[in-house]
């Protein structure tokens, strides 16, 4: 196991920016397009108004061995497609039995949850909301409010991620923009 000296990163609450991050991530329209139910949505952006940026990652960089700990910030972008808003891709843990807390750091999201068994689950988080992500449940985030929703994650370093079994199959619960408001709906084309 790698033996490593303490460091503290300072991190800007309302753009999620790290003093000296080790990786720096972005992800646009065209990294998660067929991701929104609105495809069609998602080419006339792309094809009339660019690629734009969904959600920008800043994290430190830790070997991935037992007993480390990750840690992130996440800023979603203000936005829509379609009626849906933007939103992280969202994963299971490779390893199925890691959980993970995410604590809210500006703005106004969506946490969505589910498991392999059918649960869901839907969480609001402002500033200052602790979220537990338990084992087993996937979970992706969406931001419902007209600024940047920007949220601190920490997981453990050997959790993984499995991209590949949302991308197949997408979440069973949508956020989407309904008579003014944010609302959960079914996903018609869950599996
Ligand atoms: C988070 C996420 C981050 C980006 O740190 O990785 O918010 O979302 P996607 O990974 O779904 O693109 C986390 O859950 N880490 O395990
Ligand atoms: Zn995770």
Redesign the pocket.
């Known amino acids: 196991m790698n033996h490593l000296a303490p460091f503290v990163t300072e991190v800007d609450f309302a753009t999620g920016a790290l003093s000296a991050p080790g990786y720096v991530?972005q992800?646009r329209l065209s990294d998660m397009a067929s991701m929104y139910a609105d495809s069609a949505e998602s080419a006339r952006i792309l094809a009339e108004e660019g690629d734009r940026l969904i959600?920008e990652?800043q994290?430190v960089e830790l070997p991935v061995e037992e007993g480390q700990i990750?840690h992130?910030t996440?800023r979603i972008s203000p936005g829509r497609i379609g009626a849906e808003y933007h939103m992280?891709?969202?994963?299971y843990?490779a390893r199925r039995e890691q959980g993970?807390v995410?604590f809210g750091l500006s703005g106004r999201g969506c946490l969505v949850m589910q498991t392999e068994a059918g649960e869901t689950s839907v969480q609001t988080m402002v500033a200052g909301s602790a979220a537990y992500?338990p084992p087993f449940w996937a979970?992706?985030?969406v931001n419902i409010g007209d600024e940047d929703f920007v949220?601190f994650?920490v997981?453990e370093a050997r959790?993984g991620?499995d991209?590949g079994t949302?991308e197949r199959d997408g979440f069973r619960k949508l956020v989407v923009r309904r008579d003014g408001q944010p609302t959960v709906v079914d996903n018609p084309r869950y599996r």
């Not at 992280?88 to 994963?91: M, N, R």
Request: with cysteine; net charge positive.
């Open positions: 991530l992800r959600y990652v994290g990750p992130c996440t992280t891709k969202g994963h843990h993970e995410y992500v979970h992706r985030t949220f994650s997981w959790a991620h991209y949302i």
